[in-house]
């Protein structure tokens, strides 16, 4: 007798834990993975263009998600139902990578990583439009001190002031757009989905811009290049893990740990010492993101006792 056709079997999120103390562990760990890519990715921009780092992270992330390309894998997650958002996302989150390492060439890696951190602010000015949230006064004003914190950074009209200080901005800029639109699509798309299409959008953008800057590695830059792809992508995906046990809100102030892991690389490897004046921007940065995180957090309960819950806020 013939046999059944077997159906597809859906793919859905793992389910939720609450287990706060492993969710902040996984964040540590992502943290030193994340701070030793970018060390990494400045040392690199000393010889090699900031595009083609980015080609060859974005090649070795390709290649640790081939298993999700592959039809016949039971890993196979290139179906989705938002394949133009899940494009731009990519495009955002390329961006953002190309600006940050554009950035580290000219900057102290502790000021570009201090910059890098207002992500948090522009996601509250894009949450307005992109995703009909209503911003109050106190966030608002947790904003405003967070831009204080870059300017004191930056010191624009001072000669202190560097105009390669507005990579890191625009970086910080097209990772907000990036978190928006995965905010755009949580609950309908999984996240090995969703670092599959970064993975190839990134790959297909930069092997078309990489031929006009190639300059030829040596086999150092190679296993240095391949180092920042494993890394990046093993502290990406160590978060997505720790979001599955805490959330946002508990989770954003030990992100912040990740100044100081560049603060004392950027030491070691490069002699740098952050100055007071990037000491006090990212004190005013870190507390308006703090500040933000626990506005999300009341936020959210008070939505929680108003309507039923969403098993993805």
Not at 276 to 281: A, E, N, R, S
Request: aromatic share 12%; net charge positive.
């Amino acid at each position: 007798m013939p046999l059944p056709d077997k159906k597809p079997i859906a793919r859905t999120a793992p389910a939720r834990a609450d287990r706060p103390f492993r969710g902040i562990a996984l964040i540590l760990a992502s943290t030193v993975f994340l701070g030793a890519s970018d060390v990494t990715a400045k040392y690199l921009s000393a010889t090699l263009p900031s595009i083609e780092i980015a080609w060859v992270r974005f090649l070795v992330f390709a290649l640790i998600m081939v298993p999700a390309m592959l039809p016949g894998s039971p890993l196979y997650a290139l179906r989705t139902e938002r394949p133009g958002l899940q494009l731009m996302r990519g495009v955002a989150l390329v961006s953002s990578s190309v600006f940050f390492i554009s950035g580290l060439r000219f900057l102290p890696i502790a000021e570009a990583s201090a910059t890098g951190f207002v992500a948090p602010l522009f996601v509250t000015a894009l949450s307005i439009f992109f995703l009909g949230e209503r911003v109050g006064v106190r966030r608002w004003l947790a904003t405003a001190v967070g831009l204080i914190g870059v300017l004191i950074i930056l010191r624009p009209g001072t000669a202190a002031f560097h105009p390669a200080a507005f990579f890191p901005i625009v970086s910080a800029l097209a990772w907000a757009c990036t978190l928006i639109m995965t905010r755009m699509m949580s609950g309908g798309e999984h996240a090995i989905t969703t670092m599959t299409y970064s993975s190839i959008t990134g790959v297909c953008i930069l092997s078309a811009l990489v031929p006009f800057v190639w300059v030829t590695p040596s086999w150092n830059d190679i296993l240095f290049g391949i180092f920042i792809g494993v890394a990046s992508t093993a502290g990406q995906w160590i978060v997505v893990l720790a979001f599955r046990y805490a959330d946002a809100s508990v989770l954003a102030p030990f992100s912040y740990i990740q100044l100081l892991w560049v603060s004392i690389l950027g030491f070691v490897v490069f002699g740098e010492v952050p100055d007071i004046w990037t000491v006090g921007g990212a004190i005013f940065i870190v507390a308006s993101g703090l500040y933000t995180a626990h506005r999300e957090r009341v936020r959210r309960s008070q939505l929680s006792v108003q309507a039923e819950p969403s098993p993805n806020a």
